[in-house]
């Protein structure tokens, strides 16, 4: 996907299924830097144990990125 595609699901609950099949729920930040080329974007989830630290996933660039849809309504995407 485009960085023009991405940008408005940024801030938001998401499912996002990269380009080699993984999917992840949470919601969809974008970094401010624009490493090696490209953007950086993660997903950050609810921790996985309580007391732990949101789960974040580090995705290089949007090109990695297959698709995207609105998660606002599933509780496993929403913090």
């Known amino acids: 996907m485009t960085d023009q595609e991405i940008a408005p699901y940024l801030g938001k609950p998401v499912r996002v299924t990269l380009a080699d099949g993984r ?14 080329g490209h953007r950086h974007y993660e997903v950050v989830s609810d921790p996985i144990r309580a007391g732990d630290r949101p789960a974040r996933e580090m995705i290089h660039g949007g090109d990695q990125i297959a698709t995207i ?3 606002s309504g599933d509780p496993a995407a929403t913090p």
């Open 23 to 36: 999917l992840f729920a949470g919601v969809l930040r974008a970094g401010d830097d624009h490493g090696h």
């Open 69 to 71: 849809s609105d998660a």
